[in-house]
């Protein structure tokens, strides 16, 4: 039982999949809020949400965009017709398109949008350093990378949340190696904001 539920964090599939989605849309908000303080978003702005779960968060984020775009990612057949599902206006407007697909090979153009978001999903990403590249291609030269995670990982002790991060296997990240990482893959101006408990906010300028 606790098997089948951590898979489907990491890939939300069938019924257990679409409670979870319907669980972290609701569980999720407190997170997404504080984060989204940390984010300008423009009403023209063209927006990829990866790893976009439950849809609650391209929903947020067509609400702020105005006459934007905000498109959705994710790996998971059930996350897809779960956010297209709770989206349908705008995806029907042409304001929202949601796509099947890998963070490793977005299926995406080069520089197509001016921001990217990944709320809750870059502990399972399989290689962020090269994922992260395939970020900085599909963002216009100027474009904003934002990370929201609940599990940021001190630069030293003990994280909170280690019985979730050691049961699930969660990939989690200080602000140094944000830093080093986003750097490499040359992102500019990597700006990281901590919230309560271990919540992080990262942002970071893809090079012009
Ligand atoms: C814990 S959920 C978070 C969902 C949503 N962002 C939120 O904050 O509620 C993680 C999501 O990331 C997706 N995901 C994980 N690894 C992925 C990958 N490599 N490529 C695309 N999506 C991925 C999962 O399918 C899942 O929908």
Redesign the pocket.
């Known amino acids: 039982m606790l098997k089948r539920w951590m898979e489907n964090?990491?890939?939300?599939r069938g019924f257990t999949g679409r409670m979870l989605?319907a669980g972290?849309?609701v569980g999720?908000s407190g997170?997404?809020r504080w984060g989204l303080r940390h984010l300008a978003i423009g009403p023209p702005d063209h927006i990829l949400?990866?790893?976009?779960?439950?849809g609650?968060?391209v929903a947020r984020m067509l609400k702020l965009a105005g006459k934007g775009k905000v498109c959705g990612?994710?790996?998971?057949e059930v996350?897809v017709k779960k956010t297209t599902g709770l989206n349908r206006k705008a995806v029907r407007a042409g304001r929202s398109e949601i796509r099947l697909?890998?963070?490793?090979e977005n299926p995406w153009p080069d520089n197509t949008f001016d921001t990217v978001t990944?709320?809750?999903?870059v502990y399972?990403?399989?290689d962020f350093a090269s994922?992260i590249r395939e970020v900085r291609r599909v963002l216009k030269p100027g474009g904003i990378f934002f990370i929201c995670n609940e599990m940021g990982k001190p630069e030293e002790g003990e994280a909170p949340y280690q019985y979730w991060i050691k049961t699930l296997g969660l990939t989690t990240y200080t602000a140094s190696d944000f830093q080093k990482l986003l750097t490499e893959a040359e992102f500019i101006d990597v700006k990281i904001i901590s919230g309560k408990k271990s919540r992080v906010c990262v942002s970071a300028q893809a090079k012009k």
């Open positions: 964090l990491r890939k939300p989605l972290m849309n999720h997170l997404s949400d990866i790893g976009c779960g439950g609650k968060n990612l994710d790996y998971s996350s697909g890998s963070v490793s990944a709320f809750e999903t399972f990403w399989p994922d």
